[in-house]
């Protein structure tokens, strides 16, 4: 059985967000959604999904959608700065004391 989340609005504003770049980016291209559909092997009904940002729709779904339409490559490259401030903070407490 499928768990049940509950998406935080703020997930659903980003969401709505990335599929109204995805659907501006596809008319930009002056391309139709069933194109979009054939190259990402889903429905037209899950690109208007998409282009809602719905939540229900995969992540794979969404990232097909965005090979389509050339704009997958570096979408994984997600900085960490906080976590890395975090980590460069530790080792500055980690760090040996020098002695003379």
Do not use: C, F, H
């Not at 401030?85 to 040996?96: N, T």
């Amino acid at each position: 059985m499928k768990s049940k989340i509950t998406i935080t609005p703020a997930t659903k504003r980003e969401l709505r967000i990335l599929g109204t770049k995805l659907r501006e980016a596809r008319l930009r291209r002056e391309l139709p959604q069933s194109l979009i559909a054939e190259r990402a092997s889903v429905s037209t009904d899950t690109i208007g999904r998409i282009e809602k940002g719905d939540a229900r729709v995969s992540v794979g779904a969404y990232a097909m959608v965005m090979q389509a339409l050339g704009l997958l490559e570096g979408w994984g490259n997600i900085t960490d700065s906080l976590g890395e401030e975090l980590a460069e903070e530790q080792l500055r407490k980690r760090a040996p004391k020098e002695t003379s």
